[in-house]
């Protein structure tokens, strides 16, 4: 199976601040890879599929890049609405697999 | 509107069997894959299986292959997971997700149904 490795686990900040979250692939899945984000008792939320691409209704200050085995997600001025957990995911292979998250903390 | 409603979760011990069902609204059943995916207490998500628009390719976590079975009523809009010989680390949320295609994100999420095993 694809292990997915995301950095850092958890993450302080301020509301302005530009942030990023890192996931590495134990081996290339090419540009098949999701970000979602979610908050406490609520289901996941995808942010931006295939490595880069913002889905719909989804803020601008979100982005991603990165192809291969190492992705990045950028925040690039924090709103108070974006402190949640993010994860990001696999799906080259059918064996989807997760990170194990990124909590973002107000500093 | 699209919605999906998950439902069976209980409270059970170990080793016996559970169904969960989610119920697809707002799109065309056969035109979407659905996934499994769960979220044990405190933890991170896990996915746990998907099966094809037809029914024709079903994919499992190693940690659940050869338990669990999903399965789909077309007819009536719905996705299955049939969970046998349940262990405590079957204990999580379980969500249904839909998505365009086997390689495609999960886009549509239901608020998941809680699982619980234990003695």
């Known amino acids: 199976d694809i292990q997915m490795t995301q950095s850092p686990s958890t993450l302080s900040a301020s509301v302005g601040d530009r942030v990023a979250i890192t996931c590495r692939a134990s081996q290339t899945i090419s540009s098949w890879l999701a970000w979602y984000q979610q908050k406490p008792g609520k289901a996941p939320k995808v942010l931006i599929y295939?490595?880069?691409n913002l889905e719909s209704g989804v803020p601008s200050r979100f982005s991603g890049s990165g192809s291969g085995t190492e992705f990045t997600l950028t925040i690039s001025s924090l709103q108070p609405d974006d402190f949640a957990t993010y994860y990001c995911?696999?799906?080259?292979?059918?064996?989807?697999?997760f990170g194990q998250g990124t909590k973002l903390e107000i500093k | 509107q699209v919605q999906l409603v998950e439902s069976g979760g209980d409270v059970v011990q170990p080793g016996r069997s559970l169904r969960l069902s989610c119920v697809v609204s707002?799109?065309?059943?056969?035109?979407?894959?659905i996934h499994w995916v769960r979220q044990a207490p405190g933890k991170g998500l896990e996915w746990v299986a998907v099966?094809?628009?037809?029914?024709?390719?079903?994919y499992y976590a190693n940690s659940v292959k050869g338990r669990f079975t999903i399965s789909r009523d077309s007819s009536k809009n719905t996705l299955l997971l049939q969970m046998n010989s349940l262990g405590v680390e079957d204990t999580a949320v379980y969500y249904c997700a839909g998505a365009e295609t086997l390689r495609a994100p999960h886009r549509f999420w239901g608020q998941g149904t809680p699982v619980t095993v234990s003695s």
């Open positions: 295939k490595a880069s």
């Open positions: 099966m094809s628009y037809d029914g024709s390719n079903r």
């Open positions: 707002g799109f065309t059943f056969n035109n979407y894959v």
């Open positions: 995911q696999q799906y080259n292979s059918y064996f989807y697999t």
